[in-house]
T-cell receptor, first 114, second 109 residues
Framework: GAGVSQSPSNKVTEKGKDVELRCDPISGHTALYWYRQSLGQGLEFLIYFQGNSAPDKSGLPSDRFSAERTGGSVSTLTIQRTQQEDSAVYLC????????????FGPGTRLTVL | RKEVEQDPGPFNVPEGATVAFNCTYSNSASQSFFWYRQDCRKEPKLLMS???SGNEDGRFTAQLNRASQYISLLIRDSKLSDSATYLC??????????FGKGTRLHILP
């Protein structure tokens, strides 16, 4: 497809389990972004990749969160030992160039931690 | 003070009316600004970038006021399909992207 894809679309997990969320950006987009949106809240910027590297990881909520990108394409966001407050929609976006360029969002992964 | 603030609304506006909302940002180093639109349970989509000189795209006009640190969005001749949440975005020189929480707009028939 031509757009950003994310999988799974929905994930229900038990507190304490690890989850892995995947993002497939638009082909050729060098920048990739992860956001979190909780119910009724705005988008919380988590991290962005320029190629395979993330210049700043300080937006990640805790050390249970990690993200990687390989081959300048697919990215995974991993949450270890999930907590109920991790429940949110996790959105991925990509753009041709980092920052100051239109971001195209994927449909998101809705994570529910029971 | 939040870095990007918006009136959450909702703004209930009759079809055909003009509606405007502002967004304030606290970081004077913010360089780039955008308006995104998000429909219920959908992903955000870019509505328009905001340039220093102001820009217009059809019924939509965006303005930037650096002195007062706000951006605005004006929608003329509003349509039912304009009902959505409008997100203000500021990008900073230190590579941080800050989204506002959004302004909900309901266009009434």
């Amino acid at each position: 497809g031509a757009g950003v894809s994310q999988s799974p679309s929905n994930k229900v997990t038990e507190k304490g389990k690890d989850v892995e969320l995947r993002c497939d950006p638009i082909s050729g987009h060098t920048a990739l972004y992860w956001y979190r949106q909780s119910l009724g809240q705005g988008l919380e910027f988590l991290i962005y990749f320029q190629g395979n590297s993330a210049p700043d990881k300080s937006g990640l909520p805790s050390d249970r969160f990690s993200a990687e990108r390989t081959g300048g394409s697919v990215s995974t966001l991993t949450i270890q030992r999930t907590q109920q407050e991790d429940s949110a929609v996790y959105l991925c976006a990509s753009s041709l160039a980092p920052m100051r360029d239109t971001q195209y969002f994927g449909p998101g992964t809705r994570l529910t931690v029971l | 003070r939040k870095e990007v603030e918006q009136d959450p609304g909702p703004f209930n506006v009759p079809e055909g009316a003009t509606v405007a909302f502002n967004c304030t940002y606290s970081n004077s180093a913010s360089q780039s600004f955008f308006w995104y639109r998000q429909d219920c349970r959908k992903e955000p989509k870019l509505l328009m970038s905001v340039y220093s000189s102001g820009n217009e795209d059809g019924r939509f006009t965006a303005q930037l006021n650096r002195a007062s640190q706000y951006i605005s969005l004006l929608i003329r001749d509003s349509k039912l399909s304009d009902s959505a949440t409008y997100l203000c975005v500021a990008e900073n020189r230190d590579d941080k992207i800050i989204f506002g929480k959004g302004t909900r707009l309901h266009i009434l028939p």
